[in-house]
């Protein structure tokens, strides 16, 4: 409770207390004469109130309705709106919706039908509004509606004509169209990332049916959601300071600053227009960007710390922008979190290579992780609740950061579904969307969409088939998905692959993905792919070792094996004794080194040993056997069937290692479509792989 809410609940009890020293007829009255005095005077705050209020004209004879009372305070309303500084256009749901929605719906509940030239009784709905109300009531609440519609200038009429309606995209344009529906769906093209369309219908917006500077705003509006700032920021600079979109555009002027991350231009429109009221959190919100921005973030953060200090006083009291800011810094904390698990994974994957170095040394030195940083430091409630968690727990306050302050909405609900997504409990996802799925269908957005793929891929992967089923006849029933069914299928398999990988293996499956997404982006066709093809196959030798050799090496003796060579070399001279002694002579020194350095086989050795040890018979059983022994305990049933049958060993087939390994390694030329082959074929092996062999971490260790 601050000092002026004391004082005045101070100043309260003090008033009671003297009341109380009336006598009980005065007091009665006084409160009556207040309580009257107040109803009064209270002014409305909504169409439905304003309705109530003004249904009749109290101060004239013949119940007729407060014309002037109720038009003077919908100007009222508008004046106060006015007198405000306005949030930006991507600050989400605003106040200034309000009013115009609450009058639409009144129209409807009222019967008032709005025209482009007027408004007109609805015969089957004028004056039918629900509850308990006289019948003149509600004929005078009709007509006060009826009335102000009538009298209100074409453009408003156009406007709320434009907002009545369910699809307002560029898709429902016809060349009759107004310009209030053009501007809508430029806002919709915008909202939806559709930049291309933007621009096209600034191009149909005709300065004479706009405010002064309003198309030259719109037209930055476009280029700043295409992220072309300088642009933005030179047409944000034509709209005129007296406009009344200059506020929009000069907090637009700004924020493309921010996003170029330099902090003295800010600091010199700040001084310019330091009388400037800004929307509570905005500045805070602009400081943060620019911070995560900048070349120089930490002497970025510092000057950002001196600009919130200078302007507290320069905030405009009530609604701000603190949804969207709130948004950001959540997206920050997300990003934060990933890093770390990066780092995590690749620390892991230095620890199994037996690499020097720390990836979280690598992460601190990373300008970009310091720019997350330093932008959250702005944030301090959120980095401390972070702190406090470890990284598989901090999606949860991101979540509660996201759902629990400020008045949170749409936006809100799925960016922490997609918070859950990416950094936290994919099962709590699966059930959101199961529990809304109805309503998410009927949803055309893409965040709807998206969430729907994201239940439908986790349901895949926890083999909850009913569920699953479920979710798939709804992306059926939807001609957007239903064409991707394939394309999410398949990266739903390849999530559950990366799930099973080593944490090197997951670290070169994903840069070698990000190489060849890049290739195939920029159509490098002419390019050789064949550092790209050797990245895809490193991964079927590091996982062949991993989940199979390493493991199986370590429990064996090489000086029993070396001592049944020597056994082996003193007996028969058969050719079969022979050809063994030469193949053990090879692979000996190979197993060896594989158990010091603890790197693995190579492919061709790998395979070489595993069909060698499909079967414990022959004159070399002795050096078989423990092998043979060793590799079935790392297999699932299938897989020693594989193993035993040699189909184990032809994953590693040299023909695969001819086309898509050797190439690259001794410098011959590999084009783009090959690479793509060789991912395709290094993701049938390991998932061949892993069917076949138990996870290394769940096979009880051999003392």
């Known amino acids: 409770m601050d000092s002026v809410t004391v004082a005045f609940e101070l100043m309260r009890l003090e008033l009671d207390a003297e009341v109380e020293n009336l006598n009980a007829l005065g007091v009665s009255r006084f409160r009556e004469a207040e309580s009257h005095q107040m ?11 304003a309705l109530d209020v003004y249904w009749v004209d109290k101060s004239i004879a013949g119940h007729v309705p407060n014309y002037a009372g109720f038009e003077e305070w919908i100007a009222r309303r508008f004046e106060a709106l006015c007198s405000r500084t306005p949030l930006p256009l991507h600050a989400g749901r605003t106040s200034y919706a309000e009013l115009p929605h609450d009058l639409l719906n009144a129209a409807k509940a009222g019967g008032v039908q709005i025209m482009p030239d007027g408004a007109a009784p609805d015969p089957a709905r004028f004056a039918q509004w629900d509850g308990k109300q006289s019948r003149l009531k509600r004929l005078n609440k009709s007509k006060l509606l009826l009335s102000y519609f009538k009298h209100t200038s074409p453009r408003w009429r156009e406007v709320l004509l434009c907002l009545s309606k369910t699809n307002v995209s560029s898709d429902s344009l016809l060349r009759t169209s107004s310009q209030s529906e053009h501007r809508a769906a430029f806002f919709h093209a915008i909202a939806h990332g559709d930049q291309h369309t933007a621009y096209k219908l600034v191009g149909r917006l005709r300065e004479e049916a706009h405010d002064t500077g309003e198309v030259a705003f719109l037209e930055a509006t476009a280029s700043f959601h295409s992220n072309r700032f300088e642009e933005a920021i030179t047409l944000a600079r034509e709209v005129p300071d007296n406009a009344i979109d200059w506020p929009r555009a000069f907090m637009l002027l700004l924020e493309s ?4 991350g330099e902090f003295g231009p800010i600091e010199f429109e700040l001084g310019a227009h330091s009388d400037f009221l800004f929307p509570e959190c905005f500045i805070r919100y602009l400081c943060q960007i620019t911070v995560e921005n900048s070349p120089s973030p930490r002497v970025a953060l510092e000057r950002a710390s001196t600009i919130i200090q200078n302007t507290v006083g320069l905030l405009q009291p009530g609604p701000g922008v603190f949804q969207m800011w709130n948004r950001h810094s959540c997206q920050l904390a997300v990003r934060f979190v990933e890093r770390l698990r990066d780092a995590s994974v690749a620390d892991a994957a230095q620890i199994q290579t037996g690499t020097a170095g720390s990836a979280y040394e690598e992460l601190e030195n990373s300008l970009s992780f310091t720019q997350i940083q330093c932008a959250l430091v702005l944030d301090g409630d959120l980095l401390a609740r972070l702190a406090r968690e470890s990284s598989e727990d901090a999606y949860k306050e991101i979540v509660k950061r996201l759902m629990n302050y400020g008045a949170p909405g749409r936006e809100e609900y799925f960016q922490a579904m997609a918070t859950q997504w990416r950094i936290g409990d994919r099962q709590a996802v699966l059930e959101n969307v199961l529990g809304a799925l109805d309503h998410l269908a009927e949803d055309s957005s893409a965040e709807a969409r998206q969430a729907i793929v994201w239940a439908y891929q986790e349901a895949k992967l926890k083999d909850r088939h009913d569920d699953a089923e479920r979710l798939r006849r709804t992306i059926l029933d939807i001609p957007a998905l239903a064409e991707r069914l394939r394309d999410i299928e398949s990266t739903t398999a390849n999530d559950r692959l990366e799930q099973d990988l ?15 997404n890049q290739a195939s982006n920029e159509d490098l066709f002419w390019k050789d792919s064949g550092m790209i093809s050797l990245g895809f196959f490193r991964i079927i030798e590091l996982e062949f070792n991993r989940r199979v050799m390493l493991p199986a090496l370590h429990n064996v003796n090489t000086d029993d094996l ?7 070399k003193s007996g028969d001279a058969s050719r079969a004794t022979k050809d063994a002694v030469a ?13 010091m350095e603890k790197k693995g086989l190579e492919l061709g050795a790998l395979e070489l040993l595993l069909a060698k040890s499909a079967k414990a018979t022959g004159p070399d059983i002795a050096i078989k056997s423990p092998i043979h022994a060793e590799i079935l305990r790392r297999l699932t049933p299938a897989g020693a069937d594989a193993f035993q049958s040699g189909a184990l060993a032809r994953l590693l087939d040299a023909t695969a290692r001819e086309r898509f390994r050797n190439p690259p390694a001794h410098s011959r030329y590999v084009p783009l479509p090959v690479a793509r082959e060789c991912k395709q074929h290094v993701e049938k092996v390991l998932r061949r792989l892993i069917e076949f062999t138990i996870d290394p971490e769940r096979i009880p260790t051999v003392h």
């Not at 600053?257 to 170029?260: D, E, G, I, K, V």
């Open 502 to 516: 080593s944490p090197m293996a997951r670290v070169i499956l994903r840069s070698a993905k990000w190489d060849l």
């Open 39 to 49: 109803e009064s005077d209270k002014e409305p705050t909504s169409v439905e109130e």
């Open 562 to 568: 070396e001592a049944s060579l020597a056994a082996l």
């Open 257 to 260: 600053q921010a996003y170029l």
């Open 583 to 595: 193949f053990w002579e090879r692979m000996l020194p190979q197993i060896r080194r594989s158990k």
